[in-house]
C-alpha cells in the first residue's frame, strides 16, 4: 500500500523562480541572442570616445622624424682605434680628450675603395646648462667645430652649428630657429652659400603627424620641396618622406619588447633609379647594447657598446662590404660620463 500510495502521488511542483529573473528563452530577441561578452562592450565605449583634437600631442622635430630608425641602421660606424676620455670639472663644465687611428676612404672611378691611413687628436670643451649648451672641439688637423644651442624663451631655441677649416670652401655655418607649439613645429634654417631652408610638422591625431620643408641654395640656383608623415604608437613608428628631388624614403620600426625593437627601411632615388632597402636590429642588455643591419647590396654591419664599469665603456665595430672588398672593423673605448 505505502509504494502504491508513493506513486499515485503527484510530483512535487517546480521551485519558484524570482519575480525579476529574466527567462532561460524568454519572448523576444532578448531570449533568442546570447549574452554580449564584456569585451565587445569595452570596446565599443572606446569607440565612443571623441578625440579632442584641440589637445593633439606635440610631434617630433622634422629632423628627427626618422630617429627610432636611424639608432639601429645607422651606428657610429668606424674603422680603427677610437679612444675617449671625458673629464668633468664642475656640474657645467667639462673637458674630453679623443684619439683616433685609423684610415680614410678617398672617393675614386674605380669599383676598388682606397684607403689612406690618418690619425688625429681632438680636444674638446663642454658647457651644458638647462638653457645653454656650449661644445667646442679642435683637432690636429687645424678644423675647428662649434656647436650652440640657447633657450631664448620656453617654446623658441636658437641653434648655431659651424666647422672652420683652412682648406678653402669647405668652411660651413648654419642657424636654426626653433618655434615649439602645443600640436606642432616650426623651423627656419640660414647657412652659409646662401642657404635658406624652413620646414613645419602638424599632429592630426594622437599618433598621426604631416609635415612639409622646402630649401634654396642660391649659389647652385637650387631649391627644393618635401612631404613627411609619421604614424607612431605604443609598439610600432612608421614613416615616410617624399621630396622633389626624387627621393623617396619609408621606415618602420617594430618593438618586440623593453629591450629588442626592429627596423626597416627602403629607399628609391628616381633620378639616379637606385633601390635600397635594409633591415636592422637594436637588443638591450643588461650590460650592453647591440645594433647591426644588413641592406639590399650586401652590407653587413654590427655595432656593439660593452658596459664595463661605472663610465667605462668598451666599444666593437664591424662592416663588411663583399661586393666591393670592403671590410671594416675597429675598437674603442669612452671613459667618462
Known amino acids: ?20 529573473a529574466a527567462p532561460p528563452y524568454g519572448a523576444g530577441l532578448a531570449g533568442i541572442l546570447p549574452p554580449k561578452p564584456d569585451g565587445e562592450e569595452e570596446g565599443k565605449k572606446k569607440e ?15 629632423e628627427e622624424i626618422q630617429r627610432e630608425a636611424l639608432m639601429s641602421l645607422k ?22 680628450h679623443s684619439v683616433f687611428m685609423g684610415s680614410l676612404e678617398v672617393p675614386s672611378q674605380s669599383t676598388e675603395t682606397i684607403k689612406v691611413p690618418t690619425s688625429h687628436y681632438e680636444f674638446g670643451a663642454n658647457f651644458i ?40 670652401h669647405y668652411s660651413q655655418g648654419m642657424f636654426n630657429f626653433d618655434y615649439k607649439g602645443t600640436d606642432y613645429r616650426a623651423q627656419f634654417q640660414i647657412g652659409n652659400n646662401a642657404f635658406y631652408g624652413a620646414n613645419y610638422i602638424q599632429s592630426v591625431t594622437p599618433n598621426l603627424s604631416m609635415g612639409t620643408e622646402i630649401f634654396w641654395l642660391g649659389h647652385q640656383r637650387k631649391s627644393g620641396i618635401g612631404f613627411a608623415s609619421r604614424y607612431n604608437s605604443d609598439k610600432m613608428v612608421g614613416t615616410l618622406q617624399v621630396a622633389s628631388t626624387g627621393i623617396v624614403a619609408l621606415s618602420y620600426v617594430q618593438k618586440v619588447s623593453e629591450k629588442v625593437s626592429l627596423a626597416s627601411d ?18 638591450m642588455l643588461r650590460q650592453c647594447r647591440l645594433r ?25 665595430s664591424a662592416e663588411i662590404d663583399h661586393s666591393k672588398k670592403n671590410y671594416k672593423f675597429g675598437f674603442g673605448m669612452t671613459v667618462g660620463e
Open 1 to 20: 500500500m505505502g509504494s502504491a500510495a508513493s506513486a499515485a502521488a503527484p510530483p512535487p511542483p517546480p521551485p519558484a523562480q524570482p519575480h525579476m
Open 48 to 62: 565612443v570616445e571623441k578625440v579632442d583634437y584641440l589637445n593633439l600631442p606635440c610631434p617630433v622635430p622634422f
Open 75 to 96: 651606428p657610429e660606424l668606424f674603422e680603427g682605434l677610437r679612444f675617449d676620455f671625458t673629464k668633468g670639472l664642475n656640474q657645467k663644465f667639462s673637458l674630453s
Open 129 to 168: 646648462d638647462p638653457k645653454l649648451i656650449l661644445v667646442g672641439r679642435v683637432l690636429t688637423d687645424g678644423r675647428l667645430n662649434a656647436r650652440v644651442k640657447c633657450d631664448l624663451t620656453d617654446d623658441l631655441t636658437m641653434k648655431i652649428n659651424a666647422q672652420l677649416t683652412h682648406e678653402p
Open 266 to 283: 627602403f629607399i628609391y632615388n628616381h633620378m639616379s633609379r637606385d633601390v635600397t632597402s635594409s633591415f636592422g636590429y637594436d637588443y
Open 292 to 316: 647591426g643591419k644588413i641592406d639590399s647590396n650586401g652590407v653587413v654591419a654590427a655595432y656593439l657598446e660593452e658596459r664595463l664599469n661605472m663610465g667605462v665603456n668598451f666599444l666593437l
